[in-house]
Nanobody
Framework: QVQLVESGGGLVQPGGSLRLSCSASGSAFSISDMGWYRQAPGKQRELVATITHSGTTKYADSVRGRFTIFSDNAIDTVWLRMDSLKPEDTAVYYC?????????WGQGTQVTVSS
């Protein structure tokens, strides 16, 4: 049974920083891709950033240059470093980990950017 455990959300002022982490366990297979998505109230879930097993990254235009995704394949963990946070970054953030075609989602962690 694959389990994903997220941590690191919270309340931060505009311009501040947060780091999210997501650790996976319970699979005998290698992770192919890891990523972060977010969903704001009344909006659809959207991609924030992804990273492949080989380290290729992809970012949404809205976060490029402010957010950094990185991972450690040895411990099946992915992080999202968020800098220069804006109120519009407020959302529930979900990690997504893929073992080939099989995908799993974390439970979500709330990020609120407000003064």
């Amino acid at each position: 049974q694959v389990q994903l455990v997220e941590s690191g959300g919270g309340l931060v002022q505009p311009g501040g920083s947060l780091r999210l982490s997501c650790s996976a366990s319970g699979s005998a297979f290698s992770i192919s891709d890891m990523g972060w998505y977010r969903q704001a109230p009344g909006k659809q879930r959207e991609l924030v950033a992804t990273i492949t097993h080989s380290g290729t990254t992809k970012y949404a235009d809205s976060v490029r240059g402010r957010f950094t995704i990185f991972s450690d394949n040895a411990i099946d963990t992915v992080w999202l470093r968020m800098d220069s946070l804006k109120p519009e970054d407020t959302a529930v953030y979900y990690c997504n980990i893929a073992y080939g075609a099989q995908q799993y989602w974390g439970q979500g962690t709330q990020v609120t950017v407000s003064s």
